[in-house]
């Protein structure tokens, strides 16, 4: 798997052998049998292909279907927290007054606005 992912993701960017060699400090011959399933590259190789490529080891090794490095989904993640926070109540609106719950959604409001989030 490793083998023909890697062929794949070099054809997708459409760049030579030699490039990915080149970057990798090894010769031509030596990435060529990596893509040909004859040598398969100690953990630092791999590394370096994952971030050449900008996906993760496990979908370079065939462990997993998701191209996206951890870091990458990590930092989606992120970015959407402040929807999910917005969303998730924690169970205010059952524990607070009418009145703590309005000023609470006011608040909100405020922030989309300030921040340039709208609903």
Same mark, same amino acid.
């Given at each position: 798997?490793? %083998? ?9 960017? &459409? =760049?030579?052998?030699? %490039? ?7 010769t ?13 590259? %100690? =953990? ?13 080891? &496990? ?5 997993? %279907? ?14 959407? $927290? ?9 169970g205010? &609106?059952?524990?607070?007054?009418? $009145?703590?719950?309005? !000023?609470? &959604?006011?608040?909100? !409001?405020?922030v ?6 709208? $609903?």
């Amino acid at each position: 798997m490793f %083998d023909i992912r890697l062929k794949e993701l070099r054809s997708e960017k &459409d =760049i030579l052998q030699k %490039d990915v060699a080149k970057y990798l400090n090894i010769t031509t011959s030596a990435y060529g049998f990596y893509e040909q399933g004859k040598r398969v590259p %100690d =953990i630092e190789i791999i590394n370096k292909l994952a971030d050449f490529f900008n996906v993760s080891t &496990d979908y370079l090794l065939g462990k997993s %279907d998701i191209k996206e490095p951890a870091e990458k989904i990590l930092e989606k993640n992120k970015e959407n $927290e402040y929807t999910i926070a917005l969303h998730n109540n924690n169970g205010y &609106d059952e524990e607070l007054p009418e $009145e703590a719950r309005k !000023e609470i &959604d006011n608040f909100i !409001e405020y922030v989309r606005q300030k921040y340039g989030k709208k $609903e």
